[in-house]
């Protein structure tokens, strides 16, 4: 599986930008799928995550109610709308797929290259 992440760029505080995750491969449809974010010398953390049927998503506290992901199996992408941004949401983006949905990027098995996200005050 690869994964192909875009729709990072310069956003002011209190905007939007709109994340994609695009899968090639094979389908991904039987995978959960993750959005993980990485500032400079930190870890990589757990940002929003959806099951493979879509059913269920799951989001870390800081971006709850700014943040909605979701899935379109059909079309083997997985997005991710950012509301509200602020500026400690500044970091490089990354997608992820897995077995099953967790918090924890080691469960996942396949990553994309990352996309910058860069929130201006």
């Known amino acids: 599986v690869q994964l192909q992440a875009s729709g990072g760029g310069l956003a002011q505080a209190g905007g939007s930008l709109r994340l994609s995750c695009a899968a090639s491969?094979?389908?991904?449809?039987?995978?959960?799928m993750g959005w993980f974010r990485q500032g400079p010398g930190k870890d990589r953390d757990f940002v929003a995550g959806?099951?493979?049927?879509?059913?269920?998503?799951r989001y870390t506290d800081s971006v709850k109610g700014r943040f909605t992901i979701a899935r379109d199996n059909a079309k083997n992408t997985v997005t991710l709308q950012m509301n509200s941004l602020k500026p400690e949401d500044t970091a490089v983006y990354y997608c992820?797929?897995?077995?099953?949905?967790?918090?924890?990027?080691?469960?996942?098995?396949?990553w994309g290259q990352g996309t910058q996200v860069t929130v201006s005050s």
């Open positions: 992820g797929a897995g077995p099953l949905l967790s918090t924890t990027s080691l469960r996942y098995t396949y």
């Open positions: 491969g094979r389908t991904v449809s039987s995978y959960a």
């Open positions: 959806i099951s493979s049927n879509g059913g269920i998503t």
